[in-house]
């Protein structure tokens, strides 16, 4: 009886059973699917070309930058010295990659009586004369053997530098750019701002160099060429007096950008002769009866020990330039004297 009633049991119960097992079967594969999504994919192994020193052979490697081919394949590389292409930290994810090595080696170059060892893995002439701090020109050539004085020499290789008698060097220099002034008589004096930044030019030059014995012996220039126009930069000055210089004040002290104080008076004269000593030129008579030339600079008196004929300085009234000098320059060196209209008000 027992056994038909577990019977009756099992067959009443065996569907659920089933579905269970069922559900547990799938959750195990989803389970495991997702802890096979979550796991780092496994590097395949690849046929990586290495070409050392021209050498050419084969590595089954699962490296998957440059840097790691080397460590895993027990090559060793001097960083600061051989060449490796494509870059140390470069990827091999691409098909049949080529990874080439260059060592480094000595190399004695001889440039006249100049000798330099160098350890390069340069292969070019050129490129061995630039890391031995030398130039090789397009005209020149050089000649590699093995060295005759091992002692002198050591196991280097020899590259030997034969000068053209005359080569053609190319340089570029920067031109320098104009500073244009904008005067503006609402910015108090001493007031400056750019309005455009100046930009510098580019000019190529081309020489052609004679050579002896390794050394120039003379350049000449056959050619040069405006690469890039400079760009002149735009300064904007006030020209607005804070406290200038007046008729009624007759003197004044000011004290200039650089500390140095001045004692200012004005005298009223016809200037043509004192035009003369800057080039000659006219001048005019502003607003304010000061005494202007072509450029707007006031003409002053000053001493030309300390102040040199045509100099450009600073005063009260604005900018200047030294025109004339006087019998008050002894006793005040650092003085200026105005040239105004204001005693004769004849615009003259």
Sequence with gaps: MITKSLYRLWQHRQPMIACLLGLSVISG????????????AAVPARLVTVVENGRERAVYSTASSVRELIATSGMKIDASHDSVSPHLDASL??????????????VTVIDGKKRSRVLTAAQTPQDIAKAAGMVLYREDRASFQTPGNIVLDGPSE????????????????PIAFATETIKDKQQFIGSKTI????QPGIRRLTYTVEMKDGA????????????????????????????????????????????????????????????RNCGGGTYIIRDDGAKVDKDGYI??????????????????MGPG?????????????????LATDWTKADGK
């Design 158 to 173: 020899m590259m030997t530098i034969h000068r053209a008698p005359m080569h053609t060097v190319t340089v570029e220099e």
């Design 216 to 275: 120039e012996v003379q350049r000449r220039l056959t050619a040069q060429t405006v690469v890039k126009q400079p760009t002149a930069q735009i300064e904007v000055v006030g020209t607005k007096p804070k406290n200038p210089l007046t008729k009624s004040k007759g003197a004044h002290h000011f004290t200039d950008s650089k500390g140095v104080s001045h004692r200012e008076t004005y005298y009223d004269l016809p200037m043509n002769v004192a035009m």
């Design 299 to 316: 003409l002053v008196a000053a001493n030309y020990s300390n102040y040199p004929r045509c100099s450009v300085v600073e005063t009260s």
């Design 93 to 106: 994810a691409q098909a049949a990659p080529t990874v080439t090595i260059q060592r480094a080696r000595l």
């Design 321 to 337: 330039k030294v025109y004339d000098t006087g019998s008050f320059a002894t006793k005040h060196p650092h003085g200026f004297d």
């Design 29 to 40: 594969l989803v389970v495991a699917s997702y802890a096979s999504a979550q796991s780092p």
């Design 195 to 198: 309005k455009r930044a100046g």
